[in-house]
């Protein structure tokens, strides 16, 4: 009799291992605690952009030998200008600048033997060590960024500025205060370092607190739900325009960086030109919001609260202004509602705000898929990205400034900088979802979709060409968030009409600019529908120059766009199912 016998495979190739996931776990695990130490940098990203520099300058002789000559011909520089000090009385024309951004050295002190010599040199090294990755035949402009950030942080730890010993400055003030700004300089240090340990945020003094001077402007929280709060603001006319204003704010920051002490508020300035605001506050997100994604903050955020407005003013259109990455946010829920056939929106305006993302700017050297996985570890295991986390990257942008300066100022010469609204909400931090974060920095960043026409929102792709309301873009000069040039690229993504204002400043103070302070300026020009555009330099060498706030003109573009007054709307609309809940500001802001 035939026996049949199944043989089972020994190992089924299509069947899923069972170490994988185990595997994947160590894996989160260990970079996340890698990460933590990091501030979220990737080592391998600094090693790559290394290794591919040095392949590349080991087989460039010509390279090695120009490097060598611009070295000798500095060190002559360097000797010249201590020969013609050493004749002058311990003064001479420096022979080398810093750059424009750095005021390290601005102190006439510097320019005294031997602090010249030490502070010439420092100069002389930076220029030349930047010259030796710079332009590196092969080597990729990614990688070669990277190297040049890294090496500038490796400069700006051992500049003379840092030192008590070197800094004239800081010698000159030991003097004038018996040495006691050292021991006031340790008692911040101290009271930082406990505020480090304990996750408390930055001490901004008692001046500032949201409610009492910051966030003030009268309104009413009208409508929330598990992610955002809006506020309605009461009118101060006694009719406004037919179109309320929506404005969108980032969710990696608090919603009154618009809405700071009332001669600073962007909110209040609009409530007296007559519009009818609204805004959006955004819940800081903890843990339990690890899964939230960037669809629902566009459509239990940015949509949500377009009903709302809709339902409580009975507007047939709406003004939408969206900031930084409430802009990109804005402009993903514009083109869905484009291609949807919803044509609420009177307008749309970008404050410093991305659609195309393949000039990021420096912050783009916190961005490739090894930077990126690093961050989804990190958050993976929080379930969120903590804002001191994402502070410490912007910093390392402008080192010079925002850490080695302030820390000579603070620990060294014992005086805290005079605290300011926008340093208040500065330090009045947010964090962001795991999900959310990872969508934005892996679809935006890393593959560009939104300006590929490839990001998905409501089920179905969007294309920013759909977009028929007339455009207001705003960037700023100094932006190292959102490069102006970056955020022009609007241009080459729709064909509709585009009023485009560059301002003075940056990402923050450059958006927050009042009428009547001084210094102020913007450069403006109109690009009408379907009309061909300028490059970024061609714009700014015929755009007009007009000194003042661009607030005023885009007030000015906003009523070009409305319709006719109504009479003043209270906040609410109880008969439309939208209750005055709390006042302005709300609960959500208040989360830490």
């Given at each position: 009799m035939d026996k049949h016998v199944s043989h089972r495979p020994c190992d089924d190739e299509t069947a899923p291992d069972p170490m994988e996931g185990v595997a994947d776990l160590l894996d989160r695990i260990a970079g996340a605690s890698l990460a933590q130490w990091t501030m979220g940098i990737a080592p391998e990203s600094l090693m790559a952009a290394y290794a591919d520099w040095a392949v590349h300058f080991m087989r460039s002789p010509g390279r090695s030998l120009l490097l060598s000559a611009k070295g000798a011909r500095k060190a002559q520089r360097l000797g010249d200008y201590a020969t013609r000090a050493l004749g002058g009385g311990g003064k001479a024309e420096r022979c080398i600048a810093p750059l424009a951004h750095d005021h390290r050295f601005d102190d006439a002190a510097w320019d005294t033997w031997p602090y010249g010599l030490w502070?010439?040199?420092?100069?002389?090294?930076?220029?030349?060590?930047?010259?030796?990755?710079?332009?590196?035949?092969?080597?990729?402009?990614?990688?070669?960024?990277?190297?040049?950030?890294g090496l500038r942080q490796m400069l700006d730890l051992v500049s003379p500025a840092n030192f008590a010993a070197t800094n004239p400055v800081v010698q000159q003030r030991m003097l004038e205060t018996g040495g006691k700004c050292l021991a006031d300089g340790a008692k911040l240090w101290a009271e930082d370092w406990q505020r480090l340990v304990r996750r408390e945020a930055s001490d901004t003094g008692e001046d500032f607190e949201v409610g009492r001077n910051m966030a003030v402007t009268p309104g009413k929280v009208v409508f929330r739900n598990e992610l955002i709060e809006l506020i309605q603001y009461a009118p101060t006319t006694e009719r406004v325009r037919a179109e309320p204003i929506l404005i969108v704010p980032a969710w990696i920051m608090k919603y009154y960086i618009l809405d700071l002490s009332p001669e600073n508020s962007m909110i209040r300035?609009?409530?007296?030109?007559?519009?009818?605001?609204?805004?959006?506050?955004?819940?800081?997100?903890?843990?339990?919001?690890r899964d939230t994604g960037m669809e629902d903050y566009r459509r239990d955020g940015?949509?949500?609260?377009?009903?709302?407005?809709?339902?409580?003013?009975?507007?047939?259109?709406?003004?939408?202004?969206?900031?930084?990455?409430?802009?990109?946010?804005?402009?993903?829920a514009a083109a869905a509602m484009a291609r949807d056939g919803n044509n609420r929106l009177a307008s749309v305006t970008l404050l410093a705000a991305q659609t195309d993302f393949t000039e990021p700017g420096e912050i783009g050297l916190f961005i490739d898929d090894a930077q990126v996985r690093y961050l989804e570890n990190l958050m993976w295991q929080q379930g969120y990205l903590d804002s001191r986390q994402m502070g410490g990257a912007f910093e390392m942008l402008r080192s010079a400034d925002l850490i080695w300066s302030r820390g000579v100022q603070e620990y060294l010469m014992g005086?805290?900088?005079?605290?300011?609204?926008m340093m208040a909400w500065n330090a009045d931090g947010t964090r962001m979802p795991y999900a959310m974060h990872s969508q934005y920095l892996r679809r935006l960043f890393l593959e560009n979709a939104l300006a590929r026409e490839r990001y998905v929102a409501g089920g179905a792709t969007v294309a920013m060409t759909d977009i028929t309301?007339?455009?207001?873009?705003?960037?700023?000069?100094?932006?190292?968030?959102?490069?102006?040039?970056?955020?022009?690229?609007?241009?080459?993504?729709?064909?509709?009409?585009?009023?485009?204002?560059?301002?003075?400043?940056?990402?923050?103070?450059?958006?927050?600019?009042?009428?009547?302070?001084?210094?102020?300026?913007?450069?403006?020009?109109?690009?009408?529908?379907?009309?061909?555009?300028?490059?970024?330099?061609?714009?700014?060498?015929?755009?007009?120059?007009?000194?003042?706030?661009?607030?005023?003109?885009?007030?000015e573009w906003l009523l070009a766009h409305s319709g006719q007054s109504v009479p003043a709307r209270e906040p609410g609309n109880a008969k439309a199912g939208y209750p005055a809940l709390d006042d302005a500001p709300g609960r959500y802001v208040l989360e830490r």
């Open positions: 502070q010439q040199s420092f100069l002389l090294t930076q220029q030349w060590v930047d010259a030796a990755v710079r332009d590196c035949p092969g080597v990729s402009p990614h990688h070669e960024a990277i190297l040049r950030f300035y609009l409530v007296d030109q007559g519009f009818t605001v609204f805004t959006i506050s955004w819940r800081n997100p903890g843990p339990e919001m940015v949509m949500r609260a377009m009903d709302a407005v809709s339902a409580i003013t009975g507007a047939e259109h709406i003004h939408a202004c969206g900031y930084c990455l409430g802009g990109t946010l804005l402009a993903i005086k805290r900088a005079s605290a300011n609204d309301a007339p455009l207001y873009v705003v960037g700023t000069e100094a932006d190292h968030v959102a490069p102006w040039r970056s955020v022009w690229k609007i241009h080459t993504l729709t064909d509709g009409e585009i009023r485009f204002v560059l301002t003075n400043r940056g990402h923050n103070a450059g958006v927050v600019s009042p009428p009547g302070e001084d210094r102020r300026h913007y450069r403006v020009l109109d690009r009408p529908e379907d009309e061909n555009h300028h490059d970024p330099d061609a714009w700014l060498a015929i755009a007009a120059l007009t000194s003042g706030s661009w607030w005023t003109d885009w007030s």
